[in-house]
């Protein structure tokens, strides 16, 4: 009774009782995160160990790869503590635990919630739906599924090179753009059956709004992510048709997602006429084929990721496929050589099946995936309770975030030797290489692997042999800047070139 009465008449005992009682609370936080957590005997910075912030400032500021990979040297450790619950991971031989093929750790969901994509196959978390939905689509990107699509990738990339023989006259080209399109083109013709035509959005050069556009909203998802705990929440509650009406980089999300609708409800109209089977005018197969039965609303989602997850991811190994073989003679001589080999006539370009069998050619694209690492950075997973999980010697418990990246897996000169940071597609053919591909990682590995594998390879495989082939290609630009956010985002000019048309009966 006397303690309500003097509540009642003074609320400033209230405001420093809880004040100080918060206070208190802090302080015993800080010092159970940093003595007595279950990551306690981890290292890493400070500020690291009591909060969230010191990954967060760093994850969305440039390269957050090369910034790790400073403070592991630092603190000498191949776990690092890179938040209260969170261990940025090194040791190249916990990859194969962690992104296992028969009991992987699950994906983060807070951190795949920020696609904004739900249950699509990328973004769902539940093994068990993930499994029923993967073998849906497998088919389709299984080695004799993608060769159903390589007349999309033969279409596509005559409308490059024809737009490329026009433009080369007028000076050298920036090649992100145009493959960028032209991946953009294929992707979104075998998602939606329809093409978005982004390499025809100007007469007069390869630039195109949708990818500068997608260029302002890439880090999207990880700013919603790293931008504190509220942003995280509201980012997934709030539509993303409501923040584009505020937000212009959201606004071409957005407007993805309106074309991906439009698609969604033309295949249904026709499949309806069809009688539910898949009967359409296209003469491959499109991935709405695979996901019928779905609400409409899961078939746009799983589209919409195919569209990013396997554009730009392409295109990148292509740039650097490019890049790297044009800055070195000895190299480019070798590829022209083997281009001229592989396809003897551009009128009839071979399977990519067939193309991969030239170990050359196949050695330089698995050596741009690896040192171009498109998806460079930390693939997020929780410690499963069951089997204890140690790194170090030191027990990681479950509920852990853990993560491992195919940047430091790449790069590694304790896997690669060391000129790892060099290209040398001749790695690829010492005795013994076959060994490397356990440490080789650009899709990830296991059951969460990138299913795009086959298709990307095809792609690589296919338009670098027929652009050897049919051009003189001299790069004219210099290494450019490049900013990790989930793909690599290179600053412009990245990848400019200049072509001559070879005279091909020569
Ligand atoms: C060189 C090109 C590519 C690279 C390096 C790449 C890399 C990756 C990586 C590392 C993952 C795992 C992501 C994670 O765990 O968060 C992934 C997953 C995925 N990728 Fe790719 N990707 C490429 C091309 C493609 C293409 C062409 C497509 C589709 C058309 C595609 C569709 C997907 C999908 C749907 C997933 C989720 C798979 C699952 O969880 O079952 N990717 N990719």
């Known amino acids: 009774m006397i303690f309500a009465a003097s509540f009642q008449t003074d609320p400033w005992t209230l405001v420093i009782t809880t004040i100080a009682a918060y206070t ?24 690291a160990k009591i909060s969230e912030g010191w990954f967060s400032d760093i994850a969305p500021s440039g390269f957050a790869e090369r910034t790790l990979a400073v403070q592991h040297d630092r603190y000498k450790t191949t776990a690092l503590r890179v938040a209260p619950n969170q261990l ?7 990859y194969k635990v962690i992104y296992n093929q028969t009991a992987p750790f699950p994906k983060d969901a807070d951190y795949y919630a920020t696609y904004n994509t739900p249950h699509s196959l990328f973004t769902e978390c539940d093994p068990v739906l993930h499994r029923e939905l993967r073998k849906r689509l497998s088919p389709m990107f299984s080695r004799v599924g993608v060769t159903k699509l390589e007349p999309i990738i033969h279409e596509k990339l005559r409308l490059m090179t024809e737009k490329i023989t026009r433009l080369s006259k007028n000076g050298p080209i920036e090649m992100n753009y145009a493959l960028r399109g032209l991946t ?42 790293y931008g504190g705990f509220l942003r995280r929440r509201l980012s997934r509650i709030i539509p993303l048709s409501v923040i584009a009406k505020i937000d212009p980089t959201a606004a071409v999300l957005h407007e993805i997602f309106v074309f991906a609708e439009s698609c969604a409800r033309a295949y249904s109209a026709q499949a309806a006429v069809a009688d539910g089977a898949t009967k359409h005018s296209k003469p491959h197969p499109i991935v709405f084929d695979a996901l019928q ?35 070195r003679e000895g190299v480019k001589s070798r590829v022209e050589e083997a281009a001229k080999r592989a396809l003897p006539d551009l009128n009839h370009i071979p399977s990519y099946v067939e ?13 741009a995936l690896r040192l171009g690492t498109p998806v460079p950075g930390v693939l997020p997973r929780i410690v499963p309770s069951g089997t204890p999980f140690q790194v170090e010697g030191k027990i990681v418990p479950p509920g852990t975030i853990v993560g491992m990246s195919a940047y430091t897996m790449h790069l590694s000169t304790s896997v690669w030797g060391p000129d790892a940071s060099v290209f040398n597609p001749d790695r690829w053919l010492q005795p013994g290489a076959k ?10 590995k296991g059951t969460r692997s990138c299913i795009g594998m086959n298709l990307a390879y095809a792609e690589v495989i296919i338009v670098m042999t027929y652009l050897f082939r049919m051009f003189d290609m001299k ?7 490049v900013r990790e956010m989930f793909i690599q985002m290179p600053d ?13 009966d020569a």
């Open 24 to 47: 208190v609370y802090c302080v015993v936080e800080v010092i159970h995160r940093v003595y007595f957590h279950p990551l306690a005997r981890f290292s890493g910075p400070w500020k």
């Open 88 to 94: 940025h991971i090194t040791d190249p031989d916990a």
């Open 184 to 225: 953009v083109d294929i992707i979104s013709e075998f998602a939606f059956g329809e093409s978005r035509n982004v390499m025809q959005s100007s007469e007069t050069s390869f630039a195109a709004r949708f990818l500068s556009a997608f260029d302002e909203s890439i880090d999207l998802p990880i700013k919603n992510y």
């Open 293 to 327: 039965g779905l609400p409409e609303w899961r078939t746009r989602y799983e589209s919409m990721d195919m569209i990013v997850a396997g554009s730009d991811t392409t295109a990148w190994t292509l740039t650097t496929v490019l890049f790297h073989v044009l800055r």
């Open 355 to 367: 193309l991969e069998k030239d170990e050359y050619l196949f050695a330089c694209v698995k050596e």
């Open 435 to 444: 060994d490397m591909d356990q440490y080789f990682v650009p899709f990830s």
């Open 475 to 481: 790069l004219v630009s210099k290494e450019p800047r």
């Open 492 to 504: 412009l000019p990245c990848c400019l070139v200049e072509f001559t048309p070879r005279d091909i």
